[in-house]
């Protein structure tokens, strides 16, 4: 990827990816985050990492994210809070998937202005419903680097296997399509409200998710250069 593959080192402002699951979120996050040298922090990845590991947290998570729904706020914001106040988070980071309601969205305003970070920039990226389904029923992820493929649009080379380090693909027990459908429903009701939340604060740039990755890619980063 051309235009991303230079890496500059921090940003001015912490990026918020906003959007429904499916809209391409954490593809482009983690894009974003290597291109500008910061942690990519997806509370999605850290409650598969906890459950993975059996901790105390992924046995509570566990059956709420297997049924499709949010995780209670307290828990996810004190996660988040730990994370961030870690030194590799000092010159910034991309959040993917928090905040998810408003609650969390309140809080974590409180959180960046009482840590001395600026307001943050918030990507909406967004797809029509039949997109979101399809790349959600065709995800699969590397178990070993974390890689996303899509079986419709983006295949490995190989069946199963990973393009880089041949590591098995699999699905997300919650690509599942009556959990996907159960996931939507949660991102309409308790999500969505943050589009006008943060619009409302003049920190919402919207993007469209439509296109391939790597032209929202420069899409993203046209947006990011021109507001730090
Ligand atoms: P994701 O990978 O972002 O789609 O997240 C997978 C699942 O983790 C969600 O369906 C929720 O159950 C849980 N989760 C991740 N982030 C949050 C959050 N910010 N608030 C509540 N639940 C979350």
Known sequence: MGSTSATAHGLKRPLIFLG??????????????????????????????????????????RPIMERGELVPDEIVLGMVEERIS???????????????????????????AGRGFAAPLV????????KLFRRLAGRRTCKVGGEIYNIYDRPPRVPDRCDHDGGELIQRPDDREEVIRERLAAYET???????????KSLLREVDGSPDAAAVTRTLLDLVKRDS
Not at 45 to 56: G, K, L, Q, S
């Open 86 to 112: 870690r030194p590799d988070c000092a010159a910034g980071f991309v959040f993917d998937g928090f905040p998810r309601t408003i609650p969390q969205a309140e809080r974590l305003g409180a959180i960046l």
């Open 123 to 130: 990507l909406y990226v967004d797809v029509d419903y039949e």
């Open 20 to 61: 429904p699951p499916g809209a391409g979120k954490g593809t482009q996050a983690k894009e974003l985050a290597r291109h500008f040298g910061v942690p990519h922090l997806s509370t999605g990845d850290m409650f598969r990492e906890h459950v993975e590991r059996d901790t105390e947290l992924g046995r509570r998570a």
């Open 190 to 200: 308790q999500t969505r409200p943050l589009v006008d939340y943060y619009r409302a």
